[in-house]
């Protein structure tokens, strides 16, 4: 079946920061790749999504890079501010069937002043 | 564009009582929503899908019994979680899907169930 993998967190950041959240994946065929974020108290929302091997999402500054190579698709940011702090949480949608999301346990982030 | 509300956003209920959980899409029809459940400082895992007209897509070890899901209208599904117990106490989010054949789900805020 289809899996989703990330690194545990929290992950504990300064401002400014480089942000790096690994996401690997398991599923077959061409999966669409997505970021959630959810932040204290809110429901999710998508961040940024790549429908196909080697496009980027992008949005807020944060970018992913669709690797099926390496089935990956890790979650950067280049300066994380205090208000990026949230959970953060990779997902698949295969390209069949229901298309029902799989999710990965959720990577929480907390950047400090 | 493209939001989903949740009705009620958290619900105390007693041991045995039966909950109603509304999710609906206010600007856009949803010919398919999902249903999620999330334990504390944990993944959502889908229990169910739901279709406009038919019966819901249940996954494996959720109680269809349990958790009754009506997709009444293109903009409006339920979740009734019947005899309700401590344990069924989470966070219910659903999802919904525009159109036919896409990819992209928008989310509700999530429903808070605490079981007395």
């Known amino acids: 079946g289809n899996s989703v993998t990330q690194m545990e967190g929290p992950v504990t950041l300064s401002e400014e920061a480089f942000l790096t959240i690994n996401c690997t994946y398991t599923?077959?065929?061409?999966?669409?790749l997505f970021w959630y974020v959810q932040y204290p108290g809110e429901g999710l929302q998508l961040l940024l999504k790549?429908?196909?091997?080697?496009d980027k999402g992008s949005n807020k500054g944060f970018e992913a890079t669709y690797r099926k190579e390496t089935t990956s698709f890790h979650l950067e940011k280049g300066s994380v501010q205090v208000s990026d702090s949230a959970v953060y949480f990779c997902a698949l949608s295969p390209d069949t069937g229901r298309r029902a999301l799989t999710f990965g346990s959720g990577t929480r982030l907390q950047v400090q002043p | 564009g493209a939001v989903v509300s949740q009705h009620p956003s958290w619900v105390i209920c007693k041991s045995g009582t039966s909950v109603k959980i509304e999710c609906r899409s206010l600007?856009?029809?949803?010919?398919?929503m999902f249903w999620y459940r999330q334990f504390p400082k944990q993944s959502l895992m889908l229990m169910a899908t739901?279709?406009?007209?038919?019966?819901?897509?249940?996954e494996q070890g959720v109680e269809k019994d349990k958790f009754l899901i009506n997709h009444a209208s293109l903009t409006l599904s339920t979740l009734t979680v019947t005899s309700a117990h401590p344990e069924d106490s989470s966070f219910y989010i659903c999802s919904a899907r525009p159109g036919q054949g896409g990819y992209e789900q928008y989310f509700g805020p999530g429903t808070r169930l605490t079981v007395t």
């Open positions: 739901s279709n406009e007209g038919s019966k819901a897509t249940y």
């Open positions: 790549a429908t196909k091997a080697d």
């Open positions: 600007d856009f029809q949803a010919t398919t």
């Open positions: 599923a077959t065929g061409y999966p669409s």
